[in-house]
């Protein structure tokens, strides 16, 4: 390798390294000229450093080469490293350069004022505009957070599986899927891992998690959707009820609390704040008593029954966080109605269900709930939900052999990646979003 | 919850839980009926624990319970911990019984036996196949696998990356890609994260990792095929050489290999044997070498530029085993005409190129090798390959900025599986495989 080592590595060892010789690697981000000194900063993943190339000590042929440097040249530098009056408090005296890859044409976005341009030019040449520090802050946290997750669920003796995206129907109704010619037949990409996940744990792994790729067919143009995204699944057999599932959400987001300091410098960056849940933990508001909380507060009226509106989300988020000073909430008990046939309903109320949406600063990241484990009453929730019982045949199967009583639930990694960041648009936490208009780079 | 402890953490406390009062959750696996006593084997993901219903001391209402038991029926048991003669030391002596849930038909697959049955039957009922302490430990290590490749990736530098699995065209040529309908697009799913794992490199994150699906449409019935498994992928950038990318491949290796100890049981159970790797590293042998060694030592022929078949992959296996004692073999310096149009061709001899398989006891497990990072070198690799340059413009674009020198590897999360566990049939790596004629359950 050329022994890269990266520039922050090489930053934290700069008491030990001043005055040794060091090789940097990695794109040229800026550069300025002045006559008999030209400054380089050279930037890779983890940070920038100042590179100084001075005429007089160089050879020949380096300098031909330091002359043709072009913003976004891949570069390996040899140099000593010394203090100098940079941020970072050292830079490094050039004395050789490799050059990687140059540049074959003018850039069509520039690094390091990407953000000035727009949305849409920056996706269209995401290979640029990810390089800006910023942008590239925003996937190492939701790398952060996947990790979280898998820590998270691992240390309460859940087991990662790996179920097949390509599915026999959706899991809710005919719409809103992306068909598959699948050899001779039409097959599906799974919009969830619902149903594996549940068979999962009938087929006995008990608790089980999942991060994996979703498909959504829907042609929404929001913020806050898109047709491909990452979801955090999990399912947990052996649930008394539907707020264990909730305690197992809740302990997550509370792990996400506790260790968000590992990635102070990405909230500064953000200027994000940390994520406030109270002592007494998330707040569980039956979506009933939304509905007066929204009326009586705001004067938002929701249709009673329905579900809420991403308005709604907002003012129940402001509402929480001055009632309850939380960042995250519960709502409880969706109406049968806007849920789907696999929901478990409410024994009493069979009109409401027990499941739950988390939202987070206002917006939904979380959809969950207890499951109907009871082969009957499946047949009966199906027959409910006017959906076809063949279709749906190798799925009632799983319950016909001793399922437990199982719960879970599903969480956007791009959604809750945003709202740690307060991002404007979910596209900005996908590194290549698909929507109806994109399906490149 | 049913407050559920996994009976292998009852087991581990036995010697402080003897004469307490202990609840253990799962499957009914046996019942034996004495008469007055009736033994029932409960099971769950971790192991299985004898129970005692004895009917002199029980209530009414539980022994009506107990007779209505079923292998299967799912239950949580209250009662006593004490010390027998079973093979766990220790059994229960029940007070109380709780069924959650019992099988509304009679059961098409027992447990105890599934592994009697043929695959195609045990696939059919997977849900109940893999409840079959044998079949569930192939799962377990499952995961641990994808767990030591985060781990020790992680620890090497490398960001977790997410990327899409719909895409605009395939990564070789036209062929075995799945179509989907996207909207009014036809889109396809990904053959591998190839060109999403560069970009990311590209796109400055240097070194990356990804676990996820990847969909081949061939019509493949063998044994070692499927047409949805999960890859496991990495891509690095500032290599020198393919050599590096091998490092960093054997890396994995030789950490699987040390830490395959912590899943002795699961060994065990398979009576698998530990991974060899040699002191001095994992053999590297160029395949016109194979070819060599294949003709001299087994009198196989290969046609000189050729691909390994199935049977030269198995007699190189032997030939390592025997001559370097090493379960693992990179074959090197592939022949263009067998690689992608991506792969790096050599400088001195472009009718072959830097790139690698890994064969793990004669079956190839991994594929990477340098990529062609050169703008114009690609598109003449393109012209070569006969694929037109307007399919692939949103892929050669990634070249035009600055692109580090890099390369990488897929590794079949299945496959090694397999390989280690010393399966015959990949279906057995994967619970709910995709093939031609599977996409239910």
């Not at 907002?314 to 009632?323: A, C, D, M, N, T």
């Amino acid at each position: 390798m050329y022994k890269k080592a990266f520039i922050k590595d090489v930053l934290a060892r700069g008491q030990d390294l001043e005055g040794s010789s060091v090789r940097i690697c990695g794109w040229v981000h800026r550069i300025r000229d002045l006559g008999g000194v030209k400054f380089v900063i050279l930037r890779d993943r983890t940070g920038m450093l100042q590179v100084v190339f001075k005429k007089g000590e160089l050879e020949e042929r380096v300098l031909k080469e330091v002359e043709d440097l072009r913003e976004e040249s891949v570069v390996c530098i040899d140099g000593f490293l010394r203090r100098a009056p940079t941020r970072e408090g050292f830079e490094v005296a050039a004395s050789s350069l490799i050059v990687l890859s140059k540049p074959v044409e003018p850039l069509p976005l520039e690094v390091h004022s990407s953000l000035k341009a727009g949305l849409a030019t920056r996706l269209r040449y995401r290979w640029i505009d990810a390089r800006n520090p910023l942008v590239s802050k925003i996937f190492l946290l939701k790398s952060w957070v996947a990790r979280k997750f898998r820590e998270y669920y691992s240390s309460q003796g859940f087991v990662e599986i790996f179920t097949p995206k390509i599915v026999a129907s959706g899991t809710e109704s005919g719409a809103n899927v992306f068909p598959v010619l699948y050899f001779d037949k039409v097959a599906y990409l799974a919009q969830s891992p619902q149903f594996y996940k549940q068979f999962a744990v009938i087929a006995g792994f008990e608790r089980v998690y999942e991060i994996g790729p979703v498909f959504r067919a829907e042609p929404h143009h929001t913020i806050r959707h898109l047709n491909e995204y990452h979801s955090l699944d999990i399912e947990v057999g052996f649930i008394e009820s539907y707020h264990d599932v909730m305690d197992y959400v809740e302990g997550f987001f509370r792990k996400l609390a506790t260790d968000i300091k590992e990635v102070s410098d990405i909230l500064e960056a953000f200027q994000a704040p940390e994520i406030r849940i109270p002592e007494t933990g998330i707040p569980r508001i039956p979506i009933r008593r939304v509905y007066e909380i929204l009326e009586s507060e705001y004067g938002k009226r929701i249709p009673y029954g329905e579900d809420l509106d991403p308005e709604a989300e907002k003012l129940l988020g402001s509402y929480v966080r001055e009632k309850y000073n939380s960042d995250l909430v519960f709502v409880t008990e969706y109406p049968w109605r806007v849920r789907p046939f696999y929901a478990m309903r409410k024994d009493d109320e069979p009109e409401w269900t027990y499941s739950f949406d988390l939202l987070f600063r206002g917006l939904e990241v979380v959809t969950g709930g207890q499951r109907e484990h009871r082969y009957e009453r499946l047949r009966e929730n199906l027959r409910d939900k006017g959906l076809k019982e063949e279709e749906f045949q190798y799925y009632l199967e799983f319950f016909k052999h001793g399922a437990p009583p199982h719960g879970g639930a599903g969480m956007g990694l791009e959604r809750i990646t945003m709202q740690i960041l307060g991002l404007q648009n979910i596209r900005e936490a996908r590194l290549l979003p698909r929507d109806t208009e994109r399906i490149t780079p």
